[in-house]
């Protein structure tokens, strides 16, 4: 089912200058991430490989493909091997991660991209290359989850897509947005991001969300204000 919305109104941004907004924040998550108490921002082009197409993945050794979006496979031989490990090996990204119930496509827990566990077999769902054409506005904060009274408005209700540059394709044809949340199968736009105010989890929470911030519309809204 499509989760829903939580209402309420969050605190706009607090003003600063335009300029400083982003570096303000790379300031601050960059702090929280390496005390593992927030999210990881990943700007670099190279860390944007970690999304994209999820109908275009090309994955070695004739993995066992599970769901319809082409790039969730179950994986063996994964005894102490993460998935962001086992997705990098192919040249891709890592979207999220899974411990299989009963070694088949069923996923039992969530245990993200990076866990190291004593088991033969994980569900891994990698991401091929970022789009950089419109892409590279966003800039991603991963473990970041923005909704109403906590850092965000909401716009409208959740969609399902197939790939990260349709979510940004959305976000840019509404002129109050200012990026998205995904979370699994689910995107959700929002408008009005102080991602200060945002809630934050370690990299080991077992919902993984991650927020893409658009740079320019926030620094704008923030200058005009």
């Known amino acids: 089912d499509r989760p829903q919305p ?12 335009a ?3 982003v570096a303000s924040l790379a300031v601050a998550f960059a702090a929280m991430a390496a005390e593992g ?3 990881a921002m990943r700007g670099a082009a190279a860390e944007r490989r970690a999304a994209g197409d999820m ?5 070695e050794g004739n993995p066992q493909v599970c769901g319809t979006d082409g ?12 998935c962001g490990e086992y997705c990098s090996e192919a040249g891709l990204g890592c979207a999220n991660g899974w411990q299989s119930q009963d070694s088949g496509c069923a996923a039992q827990s969530t245990v993200g991209c990076d866990a190291r566990l004593d088991v033969k077999k994980l569900l891994c769902q990698c991401r091929p290359p970022w789009n950089a054409s ?7 904060f991963d473990g970041a989850n923005c909704y109403a009274a906590r850092g965000a408005y909401e ?10 540059e349709s979510a940004a394709e959305l976000c840019d044809g509404k002129r109050e947005c200012e990026g998205f949340v995904v979370f699994q199968k689910w995107f959700y736009l929002r408008s009005n991001i102080n991602l200060l105010l945002c809630e934050m989890y370690a990299k080991d929470f077992r919902d993984h969300f ?12 923030v200058a005009a204000a």
């Open 37 to 39: 108490t927030g999210p």
């Open 155 to 164: 716009i409208g209700d959740a969609e399902e897509l197939d790939t990260l």
């Open 55 to 59: 109908r275009r993945c090309e994955l």
């Open 210 to 221: 991650t927020m893409y911030a658009n740079e320019r519309r926030m620094a704008k809204r």
């Open 71 to 82: 790039c969730t496979v179950l994986v063996g031989g994964m005894m102490l091997k993460t």
């Open 6 to 17: 939580r209402p309420a109104t969050p605190t706009p941004l607090a003003a600063m200058p």
């Open 19 to 21: 300029c400083g907004v």
């Open 134 to 140: 419109r892409m590279e506005q966003y800039t991603v």
